[in-house]
């Protein structure tokens, strides 16, 4: 019993980083309509620079905290320069035109990462505070771990409040639901577009650092990443933030399961759900009517 609570809580925070960087592409493709593949290289940046200020050393809690804000800035002001000089030339543009172009931000970035950090993977303490497992329902968990649980829900909620309670998020809505209106109502819809899109690049940049010491960090570290949670953004469904957490705890799990009881499937589950689901339920878990283009 105490084996698969350990599971569950490994897998929920495993899926952490995943659905703050899942949430930040569902919120890009639900307001704008794009697929966004440079979210690798913003979550990339997020790490590099974390483990940068950080110099591999055991942090204190403050110092962390500190990098890993500066981590999503950087990934949110480059992800602001995206979308004025890349993204916004191609709204109109189909998908696959859009995706093409963004594979090729990724690839850039990963070139400048390779430049300014070199190719070497690195490495990247916790902080001396959240060293250490705890006990929860007779299992171990690293208190680490448990912080990023916490993290996840108070993201999570987050999230929600601010789509569905703010005036922010009424005119986020108003744009995805349709931004001419939205325009003719005065809502200046290349500011919120902008926004979004910087704002979906933070989150990128946050589960980057967070995620930076429980990997091997370096400039490729973003092709990968990306594989996940485009399989996230599939199975919770287009445009549901909701269903990136649901799907995120889900590929979590999933992983953790495997390591657990069934190694040889390791790397593999998110295939396996993204499959299922696609039979199962086209539009993901969550998913409901197609989004509209901005």
Known sequence: ????????????????????????????????????????AFFVL?????????????????????AVLAGGLLAGA????????????????DHMTMLLATYAVLLSLEGASEVVWGTDSRSQRQPELLAGDVRVAGAAITMYDL??????????????????????GRAVRAIAQDATMAQAIGINAKTVLLLVFGFGSLLAGVAGALMAPNVAISPSLGNAFILQCFAVVIVGGLGSVEGSLVASVLVGI???AAVAYAPVLTGFTFYILVAVVLVLRPQGLLGNARVRRA
């Open 46 to 66: 997020g790490a590099l620079l974390t483990a940068s200020l950080l110099g591999g050393a055991t942090p204190s809690l403050v110092m962390f905290i500190l």
């Open 254 to 256: 999933a992983e953790t």
């Open 147 to 168: 912080v990023l649980v916490v993290v996840g829900i108070v993201v999570a909620v987050g999230l929600w409040l601010l789509i569905n309670r703010t005036r922010s």
């Open 1 to 40: 019993m105490s084996q698969l609570v350990s599971v569950l809580l490994s897998g929920v925070a495993y899926g952490v980083p995943i659905f703050l960087v899942a949430s930040g592409l569902t919120l890009i493709y639900g307001v704008i309509g794009v697929l966004n593949f440079a979210h690798g």
């Open 78 to 93: 480059v992800g602001l320069v995206t979308e004025m000089t890349v993204v916004r030339r191609l709204y109109r543009a």
